[in-house]
């Protein structure tokens, strides 16, 4: 009982809940729709945070995070760019440049959440919670990826100049927030794969009537001529 639950466990992190074959047919789906999720989201990206990059300078005499900012703005726009006019839709390219787009933001982040001392890390709680909802790929590769920027928020924080007790509170609600972000992302992730492999069949179904019905026009033809 237990191996069966470890191994379905397993193929959840990594086939999203399905066979490997059937992952495979539709691994490509995931891409499109990443890109397209992702063409969209990084114009907004480039948008809301050259907005906020223009307007900080005065509102705030100095901010560490403007630098971040305008590097999120140029990287999100050159991003925009690529994916309308030059990458195709299940580029390989395009992933890893999603990935990209969501390290920045996690630095930004980061350094936004380090900003005052006793204020807890509600950028990046919630950076942790809104990532994992727009990202379909293997759910181990999320899992990964929201440990490793957990962990160097901790890191960080604990050589920081918070209180002690603002340390502790981002310690446990990053983790805390950090396996709902991973959860979130399992489901969202098995929820939209089955969805794409219910259209591959509906596809392929359709092209088996249609190739069917062009069949018996074609032997009807033939029939008629004899």
Known sequence: MLKKAIGLLIN???YCGLPKE???LVRKEAYSENFRVWKRLNLLIALFFAIIAAI???????????PIMLVLVGYSALSAFLFIFVLKQDSLI??????????L???YS????????????VTFIVMLVLLPMFMIDRPYCMAGFLVICIGIYLLCVNHSTKTAEAIRMDTVNC???????IVINLFYVRLR?????????ERKHVEEQKLATEQTALLNETLKKT
Do not use: C, K
């Not at 900080?56 to 403007?66: G, M, W």
């Not at 395009?94 to 390290?103: A, C, D, E, K, W």
């Open 175 to 181: 983790v805390s927030y950090g396996m709902l972000g």
């Open 110 to 121: 980061i350094n936004a959440s380090l900003l005052y001392d006793n204020m807890m890390a």
């Open 22 to 24: 059937e992952y495979s």
């Open 12 to 14: 959840l992190f990594i």
């Open 193 to 201: 794969m089955r969805q794409f492999m219910l259209l591959y069949h």
């Open 94 to 103: 395009g992933q890893l440049m999603i990935y990209g787009t969501m390290i």
């Open 56 to 66: 900080t300078p005065v509102i705030r005499e100095s901010n560490d995070t403007l």
């Open 105 to 107: 933001l996690i630095w």
